[in-house]
């Protein structure tokens, strides 16, 4: 038997419970792997809450990394002992130490990226790639409004933007974040619980506002984002941390300057084996270049969890958030 979180009821990080379950063999096409780092995402809240509802009981977690222990019938291409990651584009179910996979969700792991590293990246990484590369292509001279800019997605899109050549403005919640934020590429930075954001940015744009808004923080800052835009600017919301975001009218684009608005989300940009291989691939290339560094701000062992979910709601934690499996 392995140690697994359970959630059988929604609720607050108390419904996370430790308990013990057998992970199973793998079968034809699937892979046994004892995960030693989980990534902590901001749906995993959301999934414990019922926010995105989920049959009960289930065991949260989106991404993990690990070594393969046993594969099954037909898995050539992997071998007990090899490190191996996957993203967020499948079942829930990582808060575990063992767990069977099909093969085509993992990916090996490069030199140069280890499985700490691994679980700091994936799920949040791949969501920069997709957001920066495919959302909205971002290109040099664009400017760019990033929320929630030393969190786990914004630590690692500030340096991805500023790679591309963009002019990023991230917002953040306090002083300390602020300097953190600056220091992984954000040009300029915004305490958004303090100053109004959409006036800030006109200042800093001298009056033009920015070519697109990354905003996963929701509710809150909507229309601030709205506000920030230049005409034919793009909104992508992509989060909820503050609740949200109610319905709007289209008229808001119209009054906005022609505005495009989309709410994206991972798995619709990882559909096949063949988009995760190639989005990972280039992650794993901004990683392994240098362009791109995990920062893990903070971890805590798997049993532990309630208290990450405790820290990531409090606005406590900076960068990644690793769960350490079996230590
Ligand atoms: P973060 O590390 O970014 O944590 C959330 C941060 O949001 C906090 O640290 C805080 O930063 C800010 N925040 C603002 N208002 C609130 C609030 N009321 N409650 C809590 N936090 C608040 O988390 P992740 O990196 O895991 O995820 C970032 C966001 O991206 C999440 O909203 C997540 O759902 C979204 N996401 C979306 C994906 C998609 O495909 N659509 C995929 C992956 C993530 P500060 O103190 O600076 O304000």
Known sequence: MDGAIVVRANGGSEVLEWTQS???????????IRHTAVGLNYIDVYQREGLYPLE??????????GRVEAVGEGVADLSPGDAVAYTG????????????????????????????????????????????????????????????AAGGVGLLASQWLKALG????????????????RANGCH?????????????????????????????????TFEGSIASLRPRGMMVTY????????????????QGGSLFLTRPKLG????????????????FDMVTSGKVRAHIGQTFALEH???AHRALEARETVGSTVLVVGS
């Not at 057998?22 to 046994?32: K, N, R, S, T, Y």
């Not at 009960?56 to 990394?65: N, V, W």
């Not at 963009?166 to 934020?181: M, N, R, Y």
């Not at 503050?242 to 119209?254: C, E, F, K, W």
């Open 22 to 32: 057998d992970p199973g063999q793998p079968g034809p096409g699937e892979v046994l």
């Open 56 to 65: 009960l009981p289930f065991t949260p977690g989106m991404e993990g990394a």
């Open 89 to 148: 584009n499948g079942p829930a179910g990582s808060y575990r130490e063992g767990r069977v996979l099909p093969r085509s969700r993992l990916v090996p792991l490069p030199d140069g990226i280890d499985e700490q590293t691994a679980a700091a990246i994936m799920l949040k990484g791949c969501t920069v790639e997709y957001l920066v590369r495919r959302t909205f292509p971002v290109h040099e001279g664009h400017v760019v409004l990033l929320h929630a």
């Open 166 to 181: 963009a002019t990023v403005i991230g917002t953040v919640g306090s002083e300390a974040k602020a300097e953190l934020a």
């Open 188 to 220: 300029h930075t915004i305490l958004y619980r303090e100053e109004d954001v959409a006036e800030r940015v006109k200042q800093i744009t001298d009056g033009a506002g920015v070519h697109v808004v990354y905003d996963s923080v929701g509710a809150a």
């Open 239 to 254: 989060g909820n941390a503050s609740g949200p975001v109610p319905p709007i009218q289209p008229l808001v684009l119209a």
């Open 268 to 283: 619709d940009y990882y559909t096949s084996a063949e988009e995760s291989a190639d989005g990972c691939a280039a992650l």
């Open 305 to 307: 969890v309630a208290d």
